[in-house]
């Protein structure tokens, strides 16, 4: 069964970093586009950020400059590194995966969410 397992979520300071990291598990051939997004209390889940398997990024208005999304191909992951960290960036961040099964279909895949709160 494929799995994405995200972690590294926690409480920080506002202006400080965070580095989280979402790894798939089991039959993946390969993976495609993975991504970031986040929810808060009472709010519709956003996009954070993009990747794409030749690591392209794309970024979210509210984050550009202060967040970086990476993957390693390898190991299956994706990585987001946030900076600068804002209080309104507090919410539950989600990675999303289009992953191959062994035969080629892809299919998307959601993390069960790890929490972010930014606050002093």
């Known amino acids: 069964q494929v799995q994405l397992v995200e972690s590294g979520g926690g409480l920080v300071q506002p202006g400080g970093s965070l580095t989280l990291s979402c790894t798939g598990s089991g039959s993946i051939l390969s993976a495609y586009t993975m991504a970031w997004y986040r929810q808060a209390p009472g709010t519709q889940r956003e996009l954070v950020a993009t990747i794409s398997r030749g690591a392209i990024g794309n970024y979210a208005d509210s984050v550009k400059g202060r967040f970086a999304i990476s993957r390693d191909n390898g190991k299956n992951t994706v990585y987001l590194q946030m900076n600068s960290l804002k209080p309104e960036d507090t919410a539950v961040y989600y990675c999303?995966?289009?992953?191959?099964?062994?035969?080629?279909?892809?299919?998307?895949?959601w993390g069960q969410g790890t929490q972010v709160t930014v606050s002093s």
């Open positions: 999303y995966g289009e992953l191959a099964a062994p035969g080629g279909r892809v299919y998307s895949y």
